[in-house]
């Protein structure tokens, strides 16, 4: 297929191919916008780029707008469709442009903070917008298409502009492509966290504090073989846990920098006529720890891990489950090194993650994000070399990453990593920060070789994320049915009459938890067939049925979650089966 670029060539791209889909998204932003303006032209255009499963575009109603108003505006985009419009790459004058677009401030705006010279745009039929493009040829490509939602999204992302309507939407080539893209997105819902959460007994959120998960003891189990695996991994790698006070004085968050650049997020009190703040992070707490004793270099690296309970002010709007809450907790650690040790502790991080996810089955990419282009702290000097020495670390690696610009940490550029889930969707977990302005604010120092005081090198990193949102995600990726290891219930016995087969089912669930495993025995007077569906409802992997031939020949018959057939074994031969699943943590 043709497409035009951003200089009003013509390039020949394969249809099947990445560059392609990005285009055919970017095309039907546009035929959105032409759609909004023709039914709302009071409406305010924003900006509308493509994304990884589709388009979205920012625009500003000037009144309520809600999904219901997405159909109108689907019909009118298949009309332009249909009238198989080209579309056409153009340029203007700074001048032509501000004068075209004077009615919109945002393009306006986006308009004067371009260069002197010729502006690029495109036009499809009397509909212009500023673009570089690329682009497909012709709205008649635009064929199979949906829009999918509605939100809202500050101008620039900045909450001190004004909220804007996000419609999002996906363009495909075939009508096949679009219904199996949205299967997709129904099995996705289906897979919602929240609602899993609630029918497997995991987590509530409660009116009495909003954004702050309660975890049930099901819940509760899930995250404490998380935390087992993360602990058992912190001593593999030589890590050292700390653990840091949640509140903590106004001069010390002054010191690190939250106070003026944080503020906002956190959560403040007075003691003692003193002010005091609810920590958002961890790394002020692991600093004091460093600092609390003398560092040889030979001492270095001081690897500190930290699981701590962090607090933030998140806006009510934003909150979203364990996605986005105001309280969560952090694997975090906190890497002291010279600069000679960098690129080995940070291909050490990596190496740690790679585990992680591995284990759960979770691929992932890498992004470097450098530094924001204002409300930053340290030299610029200091910023590019950091940013150096962590793309170093990455080519290391070998492995594929993008460059994020602008959107590190306000103390230091940092490696994202972006994990994929089986319903192929991207979630922000691991984070390596780098940071050589904390540890010169708080006056951390070693004594190298020759007896002088030197500053070490920090790197902040997390491999979950936090715990919260880590299992937000393997609720999702699992949909509610984990493996053995990590299953809140691991077996379910369900004796088929109790008069006769309940002493025995006794026996099995004494024998089950004597090897450590957790067992839910359902001896109620349902029928076999309704206790059968509620441990697939309550997605138990391992479900044992008692009658008279097990009884009989001391075996079990069992069948797990994902699959019907019904295998007898000895009791023996079956726990001999389950213990390493346990013990290997084998995700199948």
């Not at 219901?68 to 985009?77: F, G, H, Q, S």
């Not at 309660?214 to 087992?228: A, D, F, K, Q, S």
């Not at 282009?373 to 492995?399: H, M, P, Y």
């Not at 990593?417 to 010169?440: A, E, Y």
Request: hydrophobic share 35%.
């Amino acid at each position: 297929m043709k497409i035009t670029l951003h200089d009003g060539s013509v390039k020949e791209i394969d249809r099947d191919s990445e560059e392609a889909f990005r285009t055919l998204n970017h095309s039907t932003a546009h035929l959105l916008a032409e759609a909004v303006l023709a039914l709302y032209p009071d409406a305010k255009l924003t900006i509308g780029p493509s994304i990884e499963e589709g388009f979205y575009y920012d625009i500003d109603f000037g009144a309520p707008f809600t999904e219901e108003d997405l159909a109108p505006i689907e019909a009118k985009m298949k009309e332009i469709s249909n009238k198989g419009y080209d579309i056409t790459y153009m340029t203007m004058s700074k001048i032509e442009a501000l004068d075209y677009f004077k009615d919109n401030p945002y393009k306006v705006e986006l308009i004067e903070n371009l260069e002197d010279g010729d502006i690029s745009a495109f036009k499809q039929n009397d509909f212009i917008d500023l673009c570089r493009g690329p682009h497909v040829l012709n709205s008649s490509l635009i064929k199979h298409f949906k829009l999918l939602s509605v939100a809202g999204a500050y101008w620039r992302g900045d909450s001190k502009n004004k909220m804007l309507v996000r419609i999002y939407g996906t363009s495909h080539f075939t009508e096949e492509s679009l219904q199996s893209y949205l299967t997709l997105v129904e099995e996705r819902k289906k897979r919602d966290h929240r609602v899993l959460g609630k029918q497997l007994d995991l987590f509530m959120i409660s009116e009495y504090g909003p954004g702050f998960p309660i975890w049930l003891p099901n819940g509760m189990t899930v995250r404490t073989e998380i935390e087992n695996l993360i602990k058992e991994l912190l001593h593999k790698y030589h890590y050292q846990l700390i653990q840091t006070p949640i509140i903590l004085s106004r001069e010390l968050w002054e010191t690190s920098g939250h106070w003026d650049h944080y503020q906002k997020n956190m959560y403040t009190t007075k003691i003692d006529e003193r002010d005091f703040a609810i920590k958002p992070m961890n790394c002020p707490g692991s600093i004091l720890v460093y600092n609390s004793s003398l560092h040889s270099y030979r001492d270095l690296p001081v690897r500190l891990a930290e699981l701590g309970l962090d607090h933030r002010h998140e806006a009510s709007g934003a909150l979203n489950g364990l996605f986005r809450a105001r309280s969560f907790t952090q694997d975090d650690a906190h890497i002291y090194c010279t600069e000679d040790q960098l690129e080995s502790e940070i291909n050490g991080c990596i190496a740690f993650f790679d585990e992680v996810y591995s284990l759960f089955h979770l691929d992932y990419s890498i992004e470097l994000s450098t530094r924001p282009e204002e409300d930053f702290i340290g030299d610029i000097e200091i910023w590019d070399k950091s940013e150096q020495i962590l793309e170093n670390a990455i080519k290391k690696t070998g492995r594929k990453y993008e460059i994020n610009k602008g959107d590190g940490a306000f103390y230091g550029p940092k490696l994202d990593f972006k994990v994929r889930d089986s319903m192929n969707r991207v979630w922000q977990c691991g984070t390596i920060q780098l940071d050589m302005n904390l540890p010169h604010r708080f006056g951390c120092f070693y004594i190298d070789s020759n007896g002088e005081k030197v500053e070490p090198i920090m790197i902040h990193r997390a491999c979950l994320g936090s715990i919260e949102r880590f299992i937000g995600v393997i609720i999702e990726h699992f949909a509610g049915a984990f493996p053995l290891w990590l299953a809140p219930i691991q077996v379910a016995i369900l004796p088929v009459n109790n008069e006769y087969h309940l002493e025995y089912a006794r026996e099995v669930e004494a024998r089950l938890e004597e090897k450590g495993f957790r067992v839910t025995l359902d001896d109620s007077n349902e029928k076999l067939g309704y206790r059968m569906r509620n441990a697939q409802m309550k997605k138990i992997p391992y479900t044992i049925v008692i009658g008279d031939n097990e009884k009989k020949d001391g075996s079990v018959t069992y069948r797990t979650y994902h699959d019907k057939e019904q295998v007898t074994l000895s009791l023996d031969e079956f726990i001999s089966l389950l213990i390493p699943l346990r013990d290997k943590r084998v995700m199948d």
